[in-house]
């Protein structure tokens, strides 16, 4: 009986497991395809598949209830599938006090079929399969999604701004009455990674680089239709299959205007405004321009940037630059190192990082490492950034004699105890492996105490003469309350004493501050040999030397030797007498005027305002302002929007439509192109602020 019941709650627990595992491979599909979808056609990160994973786990689990299998439906699926235990498996867990006679006969053959049953029978294993084929769809679905030529994410962002470009109000525009409908349809380059659009407007605002297509309809039959750029191109349309359908394309990299000519009859002037690509932005948040590592510190850079385009990031990469050994043989090596990130996605924000060992680059103390950083978009346009540098500290020139042994030397012989106490540092942490952690820790000790005696000898020259007033501020204790109307404290710290000690040393203020910065970092020092830390001590112990090596050389004073070349004197003309090579100097300065090529501009404002009242135009006049004119269109050749309205005004005003409106935007665009006036200085009255008439009022009364 025993063995019956166990060998249900084996199949049991094999039909729970099979189920969770089924599960979670069709939970694993849905979230990367899923995850998948989200980052091609939406441009989302793929981390947003691990939520949807959590939540398909959710509802898988909650529509299975793998947890609630119950017995009962493990005993239907046995006698159901196997016909040898003849509707009988139920029998195998009865008690057996509690059989009749022909259930005792009937269990023995039970348990003889169950033995035969596997643990984990074949038809458990068919939710498997339907698992495993989601899987696969899923990989395949990705695949073809990931491999299509479409960039979805671009294309829904181009339909976004074709959706807010068509919702705005725009003003109407004026087109001939010959044509019916317009088809202009704007194909943008392969780096802007953009699909087709298309518009009925004639005024274009496209990418540098796009190709534009006119199909243009019109409702009756005409002879020939030209499109006219900025008065030079002329580009003639194509006819269809009758006289009503015309087509043409052109590519753009620069912006103007054009018209529709049909049949002699030009149209209003419409804009061509071409959106140019910037290069790539890189910022670099790490590490400072100038960054030097200072002894006892791992040589290790962390470099982080981001870099950002208009269209997309090609790619970017570190140059780096290693310059070792000092003088005539300084030596340099050129790397180009790549980032840890993919540009497979040239997505338009990249945040980028890479970790630089600088000793697997080969540098040494005394090494400088210069690099930049260099990007290129999807239209291979290249940015780079200044050079930083990054240094380490050379601790071989930190380390000699050569400051000591020197005659200038008006410091005390304690300043190569330091250096001392960095070496045995350093050859403790070289015997670490081969002492005990014992002596170990006692030689770091007497370490710390050499570091505290070099500290208390260097705190005489301040004035201290034991621990108690190391670091203390003056008037310190000022801020108690019972000290408030204490005079003599009061005096104390803000007076000079010339008979106190720390006073009276021999020194400077700088030299002191930087003496009491010296023992701070011997403090440190002292603290990590006492905590059995002698790596982390040598930076502050390193930079201790380094303060009092500074300290040393600040009282060295040196002044160059400087002389005066002066040219040679001939002995056979001294004293001659002859001036006849002396000639008297003589400036001469041809002085022309250069032309004011904003007069034409000037002249034909005074032009418009006489023909708000006189609206007679005489030749000259009409000369003065076809050359305005022309000054005008070559600006809206290069910016459509601000300058069209004018050029089209002056061409109504030269026609004979002389309106207030023309006249009022041809003046618009001529006070945009005038520079502005240079204010000069006048004289103002009432400066005095009436000091001569006070003046004036007080000579009268002394007269009376």
């Not at 166990?6 to 049991?12: D, E, G, L, Q």
């Not at 990367?32 to 509802?59: D, E, K, M, Q, R």
């Not at 194909?187 to 796009?210: K, M, V, W």
Request: net charge positive.
């Amino acid at each position: 009986m025993a063995e019956g019941a166990n060998k249900i709650a084996t199949i049991r627990r094999r039909w729970v497991m099979n189920r969770v595992n089924a599960d979670l491979i069709l939970c694993f599909a849905i979230a990367f395809a899923v995850g998948t979808t989200l980052h091609i056609v939406f441009g989302l990160s793929y981390s947003y598949a691990i939520p949807v994973f959590l939540f398909a786990v959710l509802i898988v689990g909650l529509i299975h209830r793998f947890w609630k299998v119950q017995t009962n439906q493990v005993l239907a699926f046995l006698d159901q599938t196997y016909p040898q235990l003849e509707e009988s498996s139920s029998l195998a867990l009865k008690p057996a006090d509690s059989l009749s006679l022909l259930e005792r006969l009937q269990v023995s053959k039970v348990q003889n079929a169950l033995r035969d049953v596997p643990n984990a029978p074949a038809q458990l294993r068919s939710t498997f399969k339907v698992s495993i084929i989601a899987l696969f769809t899923a990989v395949v679905f990705s695949q073809i999604l990931t491999h299509l030529p479409v960039k979805w994410y671009a294309a829904l962002q181009n339909f976004a701004a074709t959706s807010t470009l068509g919702a705005k109000n725009l003003p109407p525009e004026k087109i001939l009455p010959e044509i019916s409908s317009a088809d202009i349809r704007i194909t943008p380059p392969a780096y802007t990674g953009r699909s087709l659009r298309t518009q009925s407007r004639f005024t274009i605002d496209a990418e540098e680089g796009s190709t534009i297509s006119w199909n243009l309809e019109t409702n009756l039959d005409v002879k020939d239709i030209k499109l006219i750029f900025d008065e030079k191109q002329v580009i003639a349309m194509r006819a269809g299959k009758d006289k009503r359908h015309w087509s043409a394309a052109k590519g753009v990299t620069a912006g103007g205007s054009y018209q529709v000519n049909i049949d002699g009859k030009l149209s209003d002037l419409y804009a061509i405004n071409i959106n140019k690509d910037a290069p790539p932005v890189i910022r670099i948040k790490t590490p400072k321009q100038y960054t030097h590592i200072e002894a006892g510190r791992q040589p290790i850079v962390n470099i982080a940037v981001s870099v950002n385009d208009d269209y997309g990031v090609a790619g970017s990469i570190i140059g780096a630059t290693v310059a070792t050994g000092s003088g005539e043989a300084v030596k340099f090596k050129e790397y180009k190192l790549n980032f840890d990130q993919s540009f497979s996605g040239h997505d338009k924000d990249y945040s980028l990082s890479k970790t630089l060992d600088l000793s697997k680059l080969g540098m040494a103390p005394g090494d400088e490492l210069y690099f930049y950083i260099q990007a290129v978009d999807t239209h291979q346009q290249v940015s780079k950034t200044d050079v930083y540098i990054v240094s380490i500290q050379d601790t071989a020139a930190l380390l000699t004699m050569d400051g000591i042994v020197s005659g200038v030397n008006l410091k005390p012989e304690f300043f190569r105890s330091e250096r001392q106490i960095i070496i045995d540092s350093q050859n403790l942490l070289h015997a670490r492996d081969s002492i005990s952690r014992a002596e170990f820790n006692k030689r770091s000790n007497e370490l710390a105490t050499d570091q505290k005696l070099l500290r208390l000898r260097y705190g005489k020259f301040l004035g201290e003469e034991d621990e108690s007033n190391i670091g203390e501020e003056a008037g310190s204790d000022l801020g108690k309350a019972e000290n408030f109307s204490n005079a003599g404290k009061i005096m104390d710290a803000y007076t000079d004493k010339h008979d106190n000690a720390e006073d009276a040393t021999f020194l400077e203020p700088t030299a002191k501050a930087q003496l009491k910065a010296t023992l701070s970092e011997m403090w440190k020092a002292e603290l990590q040999l006492r905590l059995y830390k002698p790596q982390d001590a040598l930076p502050f112990e390193f930079k201790a030397l380094t303060l009092l090596k500074d300290l040393q050389q600040k009282s060295r004073s040196y002044v160059a030797k400087t002389g005066y070349k002066t040219t040679p004197l001939k002995p056979e003309k001294r004293l001659t007498g002859d001036l006849t090579k002396i000639a008297q100097p003589v400036a001469h300065e041809d002085a022309q005027q250069q032309p004011d090529k904003y007069a034409a501009l000037q002249k034909a404002v005074v032009i418009l305002e006489q023909l708000k009242t006189d609206a007679n135009l005489s030749s000259a006049d009409k000369h003065s302002l076809q050359i305005a004119a022309q000054q005008v269109g070559a600006k809206a050749s290069t910016d459509p929007r601000g300058y069209l309205p004018a050029v089209t005004a002056f061409k109504n005003i030269l026609s004979g439509k002389l309106t207030p409106a023309n006249i009022a935007r041809a003046e618009t665009g001529i006070q945009k192109l005038l520079p502005a006036r240079q204010q000069m200085p006048t004289s103002t009255s009432g400066t005095d602020f009436g000091l001569s008439q006070g003046y004036f009022k007080n000579l009268s009364k002394i007269n009376r």
